[in-house]
């Protein structure tokens, strides 16, 4: 059995982009408690924990403060437990506040919290966590935004992508083609979040093994991405990616193989070398070399993703163990 790396997008930039204003304030504040936090809080975190929540805090103000002085400031003064115990303070306040007294604005502000803090729990593999966290932001921003509105779209897309990462892939189904609905009415069929969710559908047909119905949603995704954002972005790569691996699952090596050469590529010159996308990039570059029967070389790309996957996720991440299941058996065949 061969098992590539093929994931649904995310998508939270859009939702961000319309309520600047109050998440700035927000962002400062977290700082602030984080500071405080850093000094007053213990160190009994869980790792794993730990990584979820600052990827949810990063997330939520790197839109706003791209590479500024607050990230470095952050780093260096805070550290990863007062950040994340911040946010998890933060997130619980704002859970526990009466949400029916609050201005609409504020309990759109909550919606997108408890999404950022789901696609934290999601990326470092507590699924079980992100789960709930994502339907309440889904009831929230449906609530205040209505049902047709590009944020709920976003918002159940990613819910959908949960679903689809835990084999629920009937319900996944469903959510993404609600989504496809909503953003053709609101955004329009050359917009890059279209694109996103003809990527995950995509993605989803591929794992049903419905490849004739995936190629076409995959290729027009890639299309769209690049006429938005060109051929060094890093949707465009994972576009690329999942492309390659719908050919991989339809044993066309010969057309899977560029493709995951391009896509690795890509990541390198815009995430670096460290990002677990890169890792995952290399997996799938390996697997294509060992069903062709070429264990001397993907045996070195599954150790520098296992190796990058342990600095970042940890041992016990599921991406990390598929990962080694491959690298077992490509050493099986040698």
């Known amino acids: 059995m061969m098992t590539s790396l093929r ?10 982009e319309k309520h600047s ?8 504040t977290l700082l602030g408690l984080a500071i405080l936090n850093f000094f007053l809080s213990s160190l009994s975190l869980v790792f794993n924990e730990s990584t979820a929540l600052a990827t949810a805090y990063f997330k ?15 780093f260096s003064l805070v550290g990863f437990v007062g950040i994340m115990s911040s946010l998890k303070y933060f997130v619980h306040s704002y859970s526990t506040t009466a949400v029916q007294n609050s201005p609409k604005s504020e309990k759109v502000i909550k919606g997108i919290t ?37 944020d709920v779209a976003t918002a159940t897309n990613n819910l959908a992508g949960i679903h689809y990462i ?3 892939y009937e319900t996944a189904q469903s959510l993404y083609k609600k989504v496809l609905a909503i953003q053709e009415q609101t955004l329009g069929k050359q917009h890059p979040d279209y694109a996103t969710t003809l990527n995950n559908l995509a993605v989803l047909y591929d794992s049903q093994g419905n490849y004739a119905q ?26 690329l990616n999942n492309l390659a691996g719908l050919y991989y699952s339809q044993r066309e090596l010969d057309k899977a193989l560029p493709l995951y050469q391009q896509a690795l590529a890509i990541r390198e010159r815009v995430l670096g070398k460290q ?60």
């Open 214 to 239: 995936a190629l076409p949603l995959s290729q027009t995704a890639l299309n769209i991405l690049q006429k938005n954002w060109g051929t060094q972005h890093p949707a465009y790569a994972t576009s």
């Open 275 to 334: 990002h677990p996308d890169y890792a995952s990039s290399l997996n799938n570059l390996a697997e294509v070399y060992r069903a062709q029967g070429q264990c001397a070389q993907a045996l070195p790309l599954y150790q520098e993703a296992l190796h990058i996957m342990h600095q970042v996720w940890g041992k016990r991440h599921p991406t990390t163990q598929r990962i080694q299941e491959n690298y077992k058996r490509c050493q099986q065949q040698v």
């Open 7 to 16: 994931h649904p997008l995310f998508t939270l930039n859009q939702i961000l």
């Open 60 to 74: 939520f103000i790197e839109h706003f403060f791209l590479e500024s002085l607050i990230w470095s400031l952050a």
């Open 166 to 168: 835990k084999g629920e």
């Open 114 to 150: 408890l999404n950022t803090l789901a696609e934290g729990y999601k990326k470092s593999g507590k699924y079980d966590k992100a789960l709930p966290l994502y339907k309440q932001s889904l009831s929230i921003l449906e609530k205040e935004l209505g049902h047709n509105h590009p």
């Open 21 to 28: 204003h109050s998440i700035i304030w927000t962002s400062t």
